[in-house]
């Protein structure tokens, strides 16, 4: 991996590397203050090497996002702080100097319905209200916010090309008819001229990036074409830019910048870098689905790109660039892009977490640290809850028996990866079961696991994770033969004939439809509730439904099953009216319920235990809530 870690000039500042932490907001900023969970994050990432780290969206005026602030002094102290903290570790760091698309005071002022209408009005048109006076005075905020960067001691800034500045550079947004609007030229003068303002207040020792947000088809909307884009970068570079930072626009759907896993190939926005470096000089970095490391040596090594751009990758291992570096692949903790921790909480309002990484946010207190004593740990279920509490407690010094019923490890992971697009779940299967193997932990496969076998075995301490069962619904007919559950479906028991009806629309159900039609079935899912799929991330979501379409699954909503017949299903609507589906088979998806059978014999026994995962009392829910039962009942112990 040689051309990864060569070091790399942007302006008057050398990067050790050419791995690059993108502009992701985290939400641990609140009221935009740098927070000491601020500081630990993205101390963690510069420590694990990153070259470069982009602190996302400090925004330049009073914002509504839980980002950090940058628009007056009061900031500067806390930015400072985490200026020198990462600089400690060796890598540099820039701000990302961001501009919402509203006036927050005025927004402040109105009724709630209003203002909520007001701002989404104001992500596609605020460009087009501005004055001269109002343009000239965002020019201006831009200059102040980076020179409150340089007082921090900051290395570079980044101008954000979406939001605002992509609205003036996009030719679907734009329809300003004087000097920022119209032709080429003319939409890309706004970015030039905030460029240019921050070049003037700040001078050439502070390289300036600019993010590039570039519009495809039915993808984004605040950015221009690529062919614009080709044309706006030389200009760009002309006003003072140093480098760029290429991607998708975001605006009309996170699930297109921040694609979720199998929704798109690995590299996805590279041709997009490949289109600037042809018009431009300067280090260009590229982003989208990049995990692999011979991947991303390629991209560099061919000159696609000059650096990559990891974001949930290195959330994910924030020393994926040191573990690289010292040829240590194995042990990478591969994101498996479900976006559960990061870009679905940030959506609702809460600060990212990771599915596979259960340290985020949390990096002081969930450090793993020796044990003060050895104990002995017996673990029973080898899902990713069981397998991360093994990892866990063997890396603190316990010695550590994991007994797992099925003769392979990874629980539900290995029918959750079996649907379309969901086998790069795989990859966290894949490194636990490699970092327990390494650790030393005794793993008895094809062993079930009951009261009675604990009498033979001691030990100091009982976490079981004995995982979920599908939740089975009783109505007439149901005992029919004919009749699955979609876990068995998904681990080889494909129901026979031609037409199935799937039973429950959430996500599994819904992922197990897709898999069937995949193989010819003819589909329809029948639920309850309004919609479909109302379980799935919203960037897996509008992917997903997609496919439904393409595969030309039946879906009927408000709808109970009430019998199961010879010939078929028979669902009611909410209003008692009844339907029969014809069908050859029937897949029930219901939900799941705990499988915790082996925890209340094992209490009755009165042995001690803790139960983590889906056979706890909260009962099932999903990866990230396993995965971190598993690492904070391991550090307990």
């Known amino acids: 991996m040689n051309k990864l870690f060569e070091p790399i000039r942007i302006g008057a500042v050398e990067l050790r590397n050419r791995i690059v932490f993108p502009p992701m907001t985290t939400g641990f900023e609140d009221k935009g203050i740098i927070s000491k969970q601020s500081i630990d994050f993205y101390t963690t990432l510069a420590k694990g090497g990153a070259g470069l780290i982009i602190l996302g969206d400090a925004s330049v005026t009073p914002a509504m996002i839980p980002a950090p602030a940058i628009y007056n002094d009061s900031f500067i102290p806390g930015l400072r702080e985490l200026a020198q903290a990462v600089q400690a570790c060796g890598a540099k760091i820039a701000p ?102 921050i070049k003037h207040a700040i001078g050439d020792s502070m390289p300036i990036e600019y993010k590039l947000a570039i519009i495809r088809p039915g993808e984004g909307l605040a950015g221009p074409t690529l062919e614009e884009a080709q044309q706006f970068a030389p200009i760009l570079v002309e006003a003072g830019v140093n480098s760029f930072h290429v991607s998708i626009a975001n605006h009309g759907g996170l699930h297109h910048s921040i694609p979720p896993m199998g929704s798109k190939p690995f590299g996805c926005f590279v041709d997009l870098a490949v289109g600037i470096k042809q018009v431009v000089t300067v280090p260009v970095t590229t982003v989208g689905r990049i995990v692999d490391p011979a991947f991303a040596e390629t991209l560099i090594k061919e000159s696609q790109a000059d650096l990559v751009a990891l974001g949930r990758g290195l959330i994910a291992d924030p ?197 069937l039609a995949r193989l010819g079935k003819e589909v329809t899912i029948v639920e309850m509730l309004d919609a479909i799929c109302l379980d799935m991330s919203p960037t897996t979501k509008p992917f997903f439904m997609e496919r439904i379409a393409h595969y030309g699954i039946k879906v009927l909503t408000r709808h109970t099953l009430k019998e199961v017949t010879p010939n078929g299903v028979v669902a009611i609507d909410e209003n008692g009216n009844s339907i029969v589906i014809e069908v050859d088979g029937v897949v029930l998806a219901t939900g799941a319920r705990a499988n915790n059978a082996l925890e209340k014999e094992l209490e009755a026994k009165g042995i001690p235990l803790c139960s983590i995962g889906d056979c706890a009392e909260k009962g099932p829910r999903k990866l990230i809530d396993a995965v971190h039962e598993g690492y904070f009942a391991a550090l307990k112990i």
């Open 96 to 197: 990302q100097l961001f501009h919402q698309e509203f006036d927050l005071a005025e927004i402040m002022k109105l009724p709630r319905e209003q203002a909520v209408a007001k701002m989404k009005e104001g992500m596609e048109n605020f460009a087009n209200t501005l004055s001269e006076a109002q343009i000239e005075e965002i020019m201006q905020k831009y200059a102040a916010a980076a020179i409150r960067a340089q007082a921090a001691g900051f290395d570079m800034v980044q101008v954000h090309g979406d939001r605002l500045v992509g609205q003036f550079s996009s030719p679907l947004l734009n329809k300003r008819t004087d000097r920022w609007g119209g032709s080429v030229e003319n939409r890309a003068r706004f970015g030039a001229e905030v460029v240019k303002s």
């Open 319 to 515: 020393e994926w660039p040191t573990k690289v570096l010292h040829d240590r692949i194995d042990d990478i903790r591969t994101c498996i892009m479900c976006n559960q921790g990061c870009t679905d909480r940030l959506l609702s309002r809460q600060s990212i977490r990771c599915s596979v990484n259960a340290s985020v946010g949390q990096e002081t207190a969930a450090h793993i640290h020796q044990a003060e004593k050895s104990k002995k740990i017996i673990i029973v279920g080898a899902g990713p809850a069981g397998m991360e509490a093994a990892r866990v407690s063997a890396l603190r010094g316990h010695a550590v028996t994991l007994i797992e019923k099925s003769a392979s490890p990874g629980g539900q992971l290995n029918i959750a990866s079996v649907p379309p697009h969901k086998d790069e779940m795989n990859q966290f299967t894949r490194y636990l079961s490699t970092q327990i193997n390494k650790l030393g932990v005794e793993v008895r496969l094809s062993t079930e696991c009951t009261a009675s076998l604990f009498e033979s075995m001691t030990g100091d301490a009982v976490i079981v994770a004995t995982g979920a069962l599908p939740l089975l619904i009783d109505v007439p007919g149901i005992a029919d033969n004919r009749i699955t559950s979609a876990w068995d479906v998904l681990a080889g028991g494909i129901p026979e004939g031609k037409r199935v009806a799937v039973i429950g629309g959430g996500a599994v159900g819904s992922e197990t439809a897709e898999f």
